[in-house]
Nanobody, 124 residues
């Protein structure tokens, strides 16, 4: 089992940048595929990005490709989400999640563990 805690959210102007962090407890952090999802008001939770256990493979939603970057530091048990060129449409609660297995997953049902979520608000 793993416990996830997100940090780094907040309010930023359009075009700005933010870095989200997700600290994982436990000694098996490297056993999980890690992902970021987001949920805007009135919308379903959607996939943003994910990274393989080794960090060598990543996947991105088309809406964030080229603007967001996911990375992980196995020694620090932390996964990061660098968000650049932010748009008002990026406003949402962002969730960190962990999935068992090897293959990168892009659907919420494949992730067994979730953080509490953190608000990101992009003003126009």
């Amino acid at each position: 089992q793993v416990r996830l805690v997100e940090s780094g959210g907040g309010l930023v102007q359009a075009g700005g940048s933010l870095v989200l962090s997700c600290a994982a407890s436990g000694r098996t952090f490297s056993s999980y595929v890690m992902g970021w999802f987001r949920q805007a008001p009135g919308k379903e939770r959607e996939f943003v990005t994910a990274i393989s256990r080794s960090g060598g493979s990543t996947s991105y939603a088309d809406s964030v490709k080229g603007r967001f970057t996911i990375s992980r530091d196995i020694a620090k048990n932390t996964v990061y989400l660098q968000m650049n060129s932010l748009k008002p449409d990026d406003t949402a609660v962002y969730y960190c999640a962990a999935a068992n297995g090897i293959i990168i997953r892009t659907t919420t049902r494949d992730y067994a563990y979730w953080g509490q979520g953190i608000q990101v608000t992009v003003s126009s």
